[in-house]
């Protein structure tokens, strides 16, 4: 909590109970999910509430905003790099922590400076496996 203290963000105790939902949680939510989490300990807690204290710490670089999902944005409080896999089923995202090296050939990145990369891997999670049909078409 501390590091939300230092960038200046007003705490509230809906923020905060927004904050602690986030505080290591690595399900990448999206803001439907933190909303229906928050909601039970502060049903007065708007969706406007969830989604401006998200915007207020993407803004900051405090929550990265994943869009792998193409149905919904998706909420990662791990900032530090790192490459994801989603299962197109049931859109579980997981983390990747491996450092792949990949050199963008010069002439494809023209001028520009690189910071890094993010890989999306996709497929279908043992849980969706086991329910059958693997590629019916329908993932
Ligand atoms: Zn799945
Ligand atoms: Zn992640």
Redesign the pocket.
């Known amino acids: 909590m501390q590091k939300y203290r230092e960038i200046g963000l007003k705490l509230t105790p809906q923020r905060l109970a927004i904050l602690e939902y986030l505080d290591g949680n690595?399900s990448?939510p999206s803001a439907e999910d933190i909303y229906r989490e928050v909601k039970k300990r502060f049903p007065t807690m708007s969706f406007a509430t969830v989604y401006n204290t998200l915007e207020v710490l993407r803004k900051r670089g405090n929550l990265?905003e994943?869009t792998i999902d193409p149905e919904r944005k998706r909420y990662?409080p791990?900032t530090s790099p790192?490459h994801?896999l989603i299962c197109l089923r049931c859109k579980k995202?997981v983390?990747v922590h491996v450092d792949y090296r990949i050199d963008l050939p010069q002439k494809e990145r023209e001028s520009f400076e690189v910071f890094g990369n993010h890989i999306e891997f996709y497929g279908i999670c043992n849980n969706c496996k086991q329910k059958g049909g693997v590629m019916n078409g329908s993932v």
């Open positions: 690595t990448h990265l994943l990662d791990n790192h994801h995202i983390d």
